[in-house]
């Protein structure tokens, strides 16, 4: 990967961020009390690669339980960080897979009645709905703040506060399978050829697949189109102004709508199905994430090459997401400082590259994009390329309100529906819902 893209990767994300915590809040690195905290436990933070120091921590609990996402490469990275941690503290960690979107109802319930996690993992869009809901403690990164991104630390804050240690920056790209395609396609043109041509639904073969009827991936057909979420000034979001039924919207879908319409893509299509099929060399090209790199490899080996998203028909890049991930605090842990401790650990120099060497996923930590095992990676160069073409997901909790209604208009125009009419019916619902949610930004 080149270093510019990086540096803009970087950029991209700390100019959209803002809208996390505000303009103002964006200035804040750390209050006049947590310094005063952070020189009384210089000791807790000698090295990024060794726990606390036993004599500034509250006494060791036995266990910490961290809620991981439900996915084979990040488990087995977080298990190997934990065997490690376990062996240099005496604390157990256990880890408790658990699909990411699925946590926060979860900790809701299972919280309060005391069996909850004391860290979860989270995209930074969610973070103002857990705050709103106070289901997560800020955090204290002390002198740790100097080692993620700035775009990174501007996720997770919330009203002059963090709230997480980052973990992962990431958008999609399009994976395609050099056996089976000789080169990259440009267009969208290039890439419904590719579909049109090896796409023999009755052997399970595809030209050209992805989960075209969650809004996660298809935003950027949207996007691209002149739709948006909320309309965004300067990093302010206006969340009665949405623009995911305009005219650009309803290309977006009528373009989606196409796919299923031409049996490009097959309207029982699950995430493990596409990987599979993928990685059994059955279709050509996948719109996917990096975290998929590893398995995809494993499978493929030098035959998975990656490329940012094609162009659509009227030139425009599409504008795909792009997000942090981060480990949150639970607020209902009774162990927070052992929690932070192994948070810190977590997301450390050494581990941050673990991490992305087991799951493949790019750190946000300034030391690790700027390491030659990602900068000059050329699968992941494709990665930071495409997220110079996104946009940051909102991080205000009317963000929460979009997602089902959303998600739910889209299966509707994968079976045919009428696309302007369900979208403006989706609309209407995430107004109903934002409203009922008493949120307000």
Same mark, same amino acid.
């Given at each position: 990967?080149?270093?510019?893209?990086?540096?803009?990767? $970087?950029?991209?994300?700390?100019?959209?961020?803002?809208?996390?915590?505000?303009?103002?809040? /964006?200035?804040?690195?750390?209050?006049?009390?947590?310094?005063?905290?952070?020189?009384?436990?210089?000791?807790?933070?000698?090295?990024?690669?060794?726990?606390?120091?036993?004599?500034?921590?509250?006494?060791?609990?036995?266990?910490?339980?961290?809620?991981?996402?439900?996915?084979?490469?990040?488990?087995? *990275?977080?298990?190997?960080?934990?065997?490690?941690?376990?062996?240099?503290?005496?604390?157990?960690?256990?880890?408790?897979?658990?699909?990411?979107?699925?946590?926060?109802?979860?900790?809701?319930?299972?919280?309060?009645?005391?069996?909850?996690?004391?860290?979860?993992?989270?995209?930074?869009?969610?973070?103002?709905?857990?705050?709103?809901?106070?289901?997560?403690?800020? @955090?204290?990164?002390?002198?740790?703040?100097?080692?993620?991104?700035?775009?990174?630390?501007?996720?997770?804050?919330?009203?002059?506060?963090?709230?997480?240690?980052? /973990? $992962?920056?990431?958008?999609?790209?399009?994976?395609?399978?050099?056996?089976?395609?000789?080169?990259?396609?440009?267009?969208?043109?290039?890439?419904?050829?590719? *579909?049109?041509?090896?796409?023999?639904?009755?052997?399970?073969?595809?030209?050209?697949?992805?989960?075209?009827?969650?809004?996660?991936?298809?935003?950027?057909?949207?996007?691209?189109?002149?739709?948006?979420?909320?309309?965004?000034?300067?990093?302010?979001?206006?969340?009665?102004?949405? #623009?995911?039924?305009?005219?650009?919207?309803?290309?977006?879908?009528?373009?989606?709508?196409?796919?299923?319409?031409?049996?490009?893509?097959?309207?029982?299509?699950?995430?493990?199905?596409?990987?599979?099929?993928?990685?059994?060399?059955?279709?050509?090209? @996948?719109?996917?994430?990096?975290?998929?790199?590893?398995?995809?490899?494993?499978?493929?080996?030098?035959?998975?090459?990656?490329?940012?998203?094609?162009?659509?028909?009227?030139?425009?890049?599409?504008?795909?997401?792009?997000? @942090?991930?981060?480990?949150?605090?639970?607020?209902?842990?009774?162990?927070?400082?052992?929690?932070?401790?192994?948070?810190?650990?977590?997301?450390?120099?050494?581990?941050?590259?673990?991490?992305?060497?087991?799951? #493949?996923?790019?750190?946000?930590?300034?030391?690790?994009?700027?390491?030659?095992?990602?900068?000059?990676?050329?699968?992941?160069? *494709?990665?930071?390329?495409?997220?110079?073409? #996104?946009?940051?997901?909102?991080?205000?909790?009317?963000?929460?309100?979009?997602?089902?209604?959303?998600?739910?208009?889209?299966?509707?125009?994968?079976?045919?529906?009428?696309? *302007?009419?369900?979208?403006?019916?989706?609309?209407?619902?995430?107004?109903?819902?934002? /409203?009922?949610?008493?949120?307000?930004?």
């Amino acid at each position: 990967m080149k270093k510019w893209f990086g540096i803009l990767f $970087v950029g991209l994300l700390f100019i959209g961020l803002l809208a996390a915590c505000g303009p103002d809040d /964006a200035q804040e690195s750390t209050s006049e009390t947590e310094q005063s905290e952070n020189q009384e436990s210089d000791d807790n933070n000698n090295s990024e690669n060794e726990s606390a120091d036993d004599s500034s921590m509250p006494e060791k609990p036995e266990k910490l339980t961290i809620w991981v996402n439900a996915e084979e490469k990040q488990e087995e *990275a977080v298990n190997q960080i934990a065997e490690t941690y376990t062996g240099e503290t005496g604390i157990e960690i256990e880890a408790v897979p658990i699909d990411m979107l699925e946590q926060v109802e979860k900790l809701d319930v299972e919280g309060p009645a005391g069996n909850g996690p004391d860290i979860i993992f989270q995209p930074h869009d969610r973070i103002g709905d857990l705050v709103l809901r106070g289901l997560v403690d800020p @955090v204290n990164l002390g002198e740790l703040e100097a080692d993620y991104t700035e775009a990174a630390l501007s996720a997770v804050t919330n009203e002059g506060e963090f709230w997480g240690y980052p /973990a $992962v920056t990431e958008t999609y790209a399009l994976f395609y399978n050099k056996s089976l395609v000789e080169e990259a396609p440009a267009t969208m043109e290039d890439l419904m050829a590719i *579909a049109d041509e090896q796409t023999n639904a009755d052997n399970d073969e595809y030209g050209f697949l992805m989960e075209a009827a969650n809004f996660y991936f298809s935003y950027p057909f949207f996007s691209g189109n002149g739709a948006y979420v909320f309309a965004e000034e300067n990093g302010v979001y206006d969340i009665e102004d949405i #623009g995911l039924n305009n005219e650009g919207a309803v290309q977006g879908g009528e373009l989606i709508q196409t796919w299923f319409e031409n049996g490009y893509i097959p309207q029982d299509l699950t995430p493990d199905i596409m990987n599979g099929l993928f990685k059994e060399g059955k279709v050509a090209s @996948v719109i996917n994430g990096p975290w998929m790199v590893r398995e995809y490899q494993d499978a493929l080996g030098d035959d998975l090459q990656a490329a940012i998203l094609p162009k659509l028909d009227n030139g425009e890049n599409p504008k795909s997401f792009v997000g @942090v991930k981060a480990y949150l605090l639970s607020y209902y842990s009774e162990n927070k400082e052992w929690a932070e401790d192994f948070m810190a650990y977590l997301t450390n120099s050494e581990n941050a590259m673990l991490y992305y060497d087991v799951a #493949g996923e790019m750190p946000a930590r300034v030391d690790s994009i700027e390491d030659p095992a990602i900068a000059d990676d050329p699968i992941y160069s *494709a990665f930071a390329e495409q997220a110079t073409f #996104g946009e940051p997901m909102p991080g205000v909790p009317a963000m929460q309100q979009v997602w089902d209604p959303i998600n739910n208009g889209l299966s509707f125009i994968s079976k045919g529906e009428p696309v *302007a009419d369900v979208l403006d019916e989706a609309v209407q619902v995430i107004k109903d819902n934002i /409203a009922a949610s008493g949120a307000t930004q």
